[in-house]
């Protein structure tokens, strides 16, 4: 059973960039399949970017596309999550997921991992 902690989010001006982190522990981090959702006040938590096990492949939200970047570092069990022109729609509690498979990728149940959510504030 993997455990997941997010870190590096925080308050940042309209277009500026923050870079999340999420460590990984307990389990074999390059046999899950890793995503970012994010969580609005009052909305449900929605999907925003995944990655397949060796990042060979990965897939985005619309919303974010050309704008955050993910990417995962199997040696130091780790996936990242690179966040570019943020606006404020872009204001979320940000969580990463794991999952075996790659069933359900863009769903919340589709991972059976979560992480406790680090805070992101895009002030306009």
């Known amino acids: 059973q993997v455990q997941l902690v997010e870190s590096g989010g925080g308050l940042v001006q309209a277009g500026g960039s923050l870079r999340l982190s999420c460590a990984a522990s307990g389990g074999s981090f390059s046999n899950y399949v890793m995503a970012w959702f994010r969580q609005a006040p009052g909305q449900e938590r929605v999907f925003v970017a995944a990655?397949?096990?060796?990042?060979?492949?990965?897939y985005y939200a619309d919303s974010v596309k050309g704008r955050f970047t993910i990417s995962r570092d199997n040696a130091k069990n780790t996936l990242y999550l690179q966040m570019n022109s943020l606006n404020p729609e872009d204001t979320a509690v940000y969580y990463c997921?794991?999952?075996?498979?790659?069933?359900?990728?863009?769903?919340?149940?589709?991972?059976?991992?979560w992480g406790q959510g680090t805070q992101v504030t895009v002030s306009s």
């Open positions: 997921a794991a999952d075996k498979t790659i069933q359900g990728v863009t769903t919340t149940n589709g991972y059976d991992y």
């Open positions: 990655i397949n096990w060796s990042a060979s492949w990965s």
